[in-house]
């Protein structure tokens, strides 16, 4: 306030020079006409000039005040009017608390300062002295500080993130389906989370189910009847899903048994081949390779199942070890259920169909003397040309045996995220392409991998194409 009031002292001193300048001048312009309207008549012709820019805003504690800034030195004019500023200046102050501001009015722009006015800014700006102040004066001098106004504390809208689709587990290319039928499943682009590398830990793999229907409405559709007049339409699948397998953490078996002529045959092969299989496998100790192992394990229950002379099953066996720290899987499989593994978005065929009317299979069948008409699909009215029991055929020599196909070994990675094992009835429906697809479909609803493949069964199920029981073995890696 005292750069104020020095402020203030300079302006009347340098009005008052000027009020002299002007009355000389007016003198020498007009030294017989002292008239005030003249005088006046003049002041309105002239334009106003600026005291001083506009006022600069300081915080004093917490109480805004607006406080102009060191005004530009007035100087004398040589016009003959009075000095006419655009804002004069005001003061005001409320009690009892220390809320002074210093303004610059803009209702009074234009109007002209004189003597008196300044005279009274002044006296006001006196009085403040006798008025109280909280805190004091003092203080408010050796605290004060210009600091910048803070943004305010808003909280940012809850915008919720974009939706950046996961890392490409599905690929956007569907394969053909293998019945010129079947219908494609449309295709969601979802994604499972990436496989955990096998180094960080204990598991094998991440979960798995195993689930399947008898499906009457397609043994309905397909026109399907009892084995005995009068007799009820039978569930003949069977399947195995265990890891750990035995309580053995380095260890998963998964298989599909579709039996056909009855459900006894499948039902032993469930009971036979795991037993059969664990016990070879504890024999030969750290392998490499289950080829062998898994020839002798098909052959003996083969043997065992002497019983079932005209009944049989189809038989698909996946296998995943650990040896020396990485993953293994194999398959050997005889029918035509099939498995699919999913390595970095593509379907990869596990097992090989065996029907007549597979070429391999025809080209088999006539190698040792089976006679084929050119569009034969069954060899003795039986669908597949291996599987297991049906030693009624294979002991007349009619071409159906029980050695199986045996996949390579693959050693697994992150690119390998999920395995499907399923029967024919499946398969009638979908390639492992599309089957992959429909698989992960409801991903997205954040359901358990039980609850994807009892999905992906009931789902498939009620395509008109699926006529058979149906049978769903899936493996998160």
Not at 378 to 388: E, M, T, Y
Request: negative net charge.
């Amino acid at each position: 306030m005292g750069t104020l009031r020095a402020q203030i002292h300079k302006c009347l001193e340098e009005l008052d020079q000027s009020r002299a300048e002007n009355e000389r001048l007016r003198m020498l312009i007009s030294p017989h006409s002292t008239s005030p309207t003249a005088t006046a008549s003049a002041a309105a012709a002239a334009p106003a000039t600026p005291l001083r820019p506009a006022p600069l805003t300081q915080f004093v504690g917490a109480t805004p005040v607006t406080a102009p800034p060191p005004a530009t030195p007035c100087t004398p004019k040589t016009r003959v009017t009075p000095l006419v500023v655009s804002s004069p200046l005001s003061v005001a102050a409320s009690e009892p608390f220390m809320e002074a501001s210093l303004t610059v009015s803009p209702t009074l722009e234009g109007s002209r300062l004189d003597l008196s006015d300044l005279q009274l800014a002044l006296d006001n700006l006196n009085n403040l002295d006798d008025l109280p102040l909280t805190p004091p004066r003092s203080a408010l001098h050796e605290e004060c500080t210009i600091e910048p106004i803070p943004p305010p504390d808003i909280p940012p809208p809850d915008i919720p993130p974009p939706d950046v689709p996961p890392p490409e587990f599905l690929s956007p290319a569907a394969a053909p389906l293998a019945s010129p039928h079947a219908q494609p499943t449309p295709f969601v682009d979802v994604s499972l989370p990436p496989a955990t590398p096998p180094d960080t830990v204990e598991a094998l793999i991440r979960d798995c189910h195993g689930c399947g229907d008898i499906n009457i409405a397609g043994l309905h559709r397909g026109k399907k009847k009892p084995l005995v007049a009068g007799g009820k339409l039978q569930m003949e699948d069977r399947h195995f899903c265990q890891y750990p397998w035995n309580g053995n953490k380095d260890r998963a078996l998964f298989c599909v048994f579709d039996g056909f002529a009855g459900k006894e045959a499948s039902q032993a092969a469930m009971k036979l081949l795991p037993k059969e299989l664990y016990k070879r496998m504890d024999a030969a100790g750290e392998v490499i390779d289950l080829t062998s192992i898994l020839c002798e394990v098909f052959a003996e229950v083969d043997r065992q199942m002497k019983s079932c002379e005209y009944m049989g099953s189809t038989c698909t066996v996946v296998v995943l070890w650990r040896v020396g720290g990485k993953r293994l899987l194999q398959a050997a499989n005889v029918g035509d259920s099939s498995a699919y593994l999913w390595r970095d978005g593509a379907a990869i065929h596990l097992s090989e169909p065996h029907k007549a009317t597979s070429p391999s299979e025809r080209q088999r069948l006539l190698s040792v003397g089976i006679k084929m008409e050119p569009k034969q699909t069954r060899i003795n009215g039986v669908a597949v040309s291996r599987a297991l029991g049906i030693h009624f055929i294979k002991e007349n020599s009619l071409g159906v045996i029980s050695s199986p196909f045996v996949s390579p070994v693959y050693t697994l990675t992150t690119a390998d995220t999920a395995l499907l094992v399923c029967s024919d009835g499946i398969w009638d429906v979908h390639t492992g392409g599309s089957a992959f697809k429909a698989v992960f479909a409801g991903h997205r609803d954040g359901g358990s991998v039980a609850a994807l493949a009892e999905r992906f069964l009931s789902t498939t199920a009620c395509n008109p194409h699926c006529q058979d029981n149906v049978t769903v073995v899936l493996a998160l890696l």
